[in-house]
C-alpha cells in the first residue's frame, strides 16, 4: 500500500537528475540574493552618515601601500616580457616600431587592470577575508553588535570605499612601471630609439584606451573588496571554515575579475 510519503529515491533517474538539477539553480539562486543584499546593505550605507573615516584610511593603507613593492615589481617585469615578446615578434616583418603603442595599450587596457586586481586579492583581499573570518569564529562581530555597532558599517563599507580609491591609483603605477619596463628591454638593452618608443606609443594610445583601465579598475575596486568581506562574514566555523572562507574568495574573486574583464571589454569603446 502506497502511502504517498516516497522520496525522491524511488523516483525514475530522470527525475532525479531534473530535481537535482533544480536543487543547484535554486542554492545559485539564493547565493547571489545573498550576494547582492549584502551588496545593497553595504551601498546604502555609505550615503548614511557618520562615514567611519578612520577605518577608511587605515583600509586604504592596508589594500594601498602594502600593495605598492608588490604592483611595481610585477607591473616591471610584466612590462619587461611583453616588451621582450612584442619587439622579437614585430622584428620579422620589420615593424619593431610599434612596439611602444602595444606595450602602452596592452598594459592601459587589459594588464594593467586585471593584473593589479589578482595580486592585490591575493595580498590584501585573503587577508581582509581571514581578518573578517577570525572575527566571526571568535564572536568579536557580535560584540560589535551588542555595543550597538553595525559591523557593516564598521568593517565591510570602508574596505569597499578603500578599494575604490585604491584600486585606480594602483592600476595606474602598474601601467607607469610596465611601461618603463617595456622602455628597458627594448630601448635600453635591444638598441630602439626612445623617440620611436614614446612617440609611437604618444601616437597610437589616446585617453579612450586610459578611461577603460580606469573604468576597469574601479569596477574590480569594488567587487574584490565585496567578495573577500562577504566570504569573512560568512565563515564557517573554526580554522578550517576560515582557510576555506579565504580559497574561495581569492578563487571566486579571480574567476569574476576575468569574467567582468571580458565583458567590460565587450561595451567599453
Known amino acids: 500500500m502506497t502511502d504517498g510519503s516516497a522520496g525522491p529515491e524511488t523516483w525514475p533517474l530522470p527525475a532525479r537528475w531534473v530535481e537535482a538539477l533544480g536543487r543547484v539553480a535554486l542554492y545559485l539562486v539564493e547565493s547571489l540574493g545573498r550576494f547582492g543584499r549584502f551588496l545593497g546593505q553595504a551601498v546604502a550605507l555609505v550615503f548614511i552618515p557618520p562615514l567611519k573615516l578612520g577605518r577608511l584610511t587605515t583600509r586604504v593603507y592596508f589594500i594601498g601601500f602594502k600593495s605598492l613593492t608588490i604592483v611595481i615589481l610585477t607591473g616591471a617585469f610584466t612590462g619587461m ?5 612584442v619587439f ?8 619593431e616600431a610599434f612596439v611602444g603603442p602595444a606595450v602602452g595599450i596592452a598594459l592601459v587596457r587589459e594588464l594593467g587592470p586585471v593584473l593589479t586586481a589578482v595580486f592585490v586579492t591575493g595580498l590584501a583581499g585573503s587577508a581582509l577575508t581571514a581578518e573578517l573570518g577570525i572575527m566571526r569564529i571568535t564572536e568579536q562581530i557580535d560584540a560589535l553588535m551588542v555595543m550597538a555597532l553595525n559591523p557593516m558599517r564598521y568593517l565591510v563599507v570602508p ?13 595606474a603605477i602598474f601601467d607607469v612601471a610596465g611601461i618603463y619596463g617595456g622602455y628597458l628591454v627594448a630601448v635600453i638593452l635591444l638598441g630602439m ?5 614614446f612617440g609611437q606609443m604618444q601616437a597610437f594610445a589616446d585617453m579612450s584606451d586610459v ?3 580606469f573604468w576597469k579598475s574601479l569596477c574590480f575596486g569594488a567587487l574584490v573588496p565585496w567578495v573577500c568581506t562577504y566570504k569573512g562574514f560568512h565563515c564557517g566555523h573554526g580554522a578550517e571554515g576560515v582557510s576555506r572562507a579565504t580559497t574561495e574568495a581569492v578563487v571566486l574573486s579571480c574567476v569574476l575579475i576575468l569574467v567582468f574583464n571580458y565583458f567590460l571589454g565587450s561595451v567599453l569603446p
Open 81 to 85: 616580457a611583453l616588451g621582450l615578446q
Open 88 to 95: 622579437l615578434t614585430l622584428q620579422r616583418v620589420g615593424s
Open 159 to 171: 574596505a569597499i570605499l578603500a578599494g575604490i580609491i585604491t584600486f585606480p591609483m594602483l592600476t
Open 193 to 197: 630609439s626612445p623617440g620611436t618608443y
Open 211 to 213: 578611461m577603460v583601465g
